[in-house]
C-alpha cells in the first residue's frame, strides 16, 4: 500500500532546510528508503518564500497572493511516497525520518480509485 510521509518542520534553518538535519542525514535516509525497495516517489520543496496561493470563491474569482499566510509554525518541506505492506511499516519508516526529528511527519494512506 503506498503512504505519503509529509516532512513538517517546525523551523527551516537559513537555506530553507529542516533545522536540525544534515544534508548527509537526508542522504542517509534517502538511500535506505531506495535501497529497501519501497520507494515511490519523493521531493524536497524550494524555499516557502517562492510559494504562491490561489483561491477561487464561489462566483469563480480567482485570488493569487504571494507566499501560503498559513496561521501555523509548521513549514511543508518536502515529501516521500513509500509503498509497504501496511500502516504499521509506514510509521516506522516514518519515524526514521531526519525531519522527525526536529519536526513532524503526517502519514497518509494514498487513496486507491480502482480498488
Known amino acids: 500500500m503506498k503512504y505519503m510521509l509529509l516532512i513538517m518542520a517546525n523551523s527551516v534553518d537559513d537555506n530553507g532546510g529542516a533545522a536540525g538535519c544534515t544534508v548527509e542525514d537526508w542522504m542517509a535516509y ?3 528508503v531506495q535501497d529497501a525497495g519501497i520507494m515511490v516517489s519523493g521531493e524536497s520543496l524550494a524555499d516557502l518564500v517562492t ?3 490561489v483561491q ?3 462566483d469563480g474569482a480567482r485570488t493569487v497572493t504571494d507566499g501560503p499566510f498559513a496561521e501555523t509554525r509548521e513549514v511543508l518541506g518536502g515529501f516521500y511516497v513509500i509503498d509497504v505492506p501496511d500502516l504499521d511499516v509506514a510509521l ?8 522527525a526529528r526536529d519536526g513532524a511527519i503526517v502519514v497518509r ?7
Not at 92 to 99: E, F, S, T, V, Y
Not at 109 to 115: I, R, S, T
Open 56 to 58: 477561487v470563491a464561489a
Open 30 to 32: 534517502d538511500k535506505e
Open 92 to 99: 516506522d519508516w516514518a519515524a526514521r525520518c531526519p525531519g
Open 51 to 53: 510559494a504562491t496561493t
Open 109 to 115: 494512506p494514498v487513496a486507491d480509485f480502482g480498488a
